[in-house]
């Protein structure tokens, strides 16, 4: 069993940075893939940045070069950092983790979200 507490969210005008940091507790850290999932309403909730098990780190194409997803295994955090927002960034993100390198498709434990709000 895995806790996830996402945190960090907020306001920020277009062009700012802010980092999501999802806190875990339970299972070992290192045995799970890790991913943050973007939610607007009225669309599907869609992977933006996903550090597998096994296979290299990808990001959503409208956000490679700004994101950047990370892990603190010592403090069991996994970070998302988010810089040169846009408005269409905004959202609520959510942390997940899994115990395959298919974080898009067996994302078992998730986080309790976060709003981000980027305004132009």
């Known amino acids: 069993q895995v806790q996830l507490v996402d945190s960090g969210g907020g306001l920020v005008q277009a062009g700012g940075s802010l980092r999501l940091s999802c806190a875990a507790s339970g299972d070992t850290f290192s045995r799970l893939s890790w991913g943050w999932f973007r939610q607007v309403p009225g669309n599907l909730r869609e992977v933006v940045a996903a550090?597998?098990?096994?296979?290299?780190?990808r990001y959503l194409d409208s956000v490679k070069g700004r994101f950047t997803i990370s892990r603190d295994i010592a403090k069991n955090t996994v970070y998302l950092q988010m810089d040169s927002l846009k408005s269409e960034d905004t959202g609520v993100y959510y942390c997940?983790?899994?115990?395959?390198?298919?974080?898009?498709?067996?994302?078992?434990?998730w986080g309790q979200g976060t709003q981000v709000t980027v305004s132009s």
């Open positions: 550090m597998p098990l096994i296979g290299r780190i």
């Open positions: 997940a983790a899994a115990y395959t390198s298919g974080i898009d498709i067996d994302a078992r434990y």
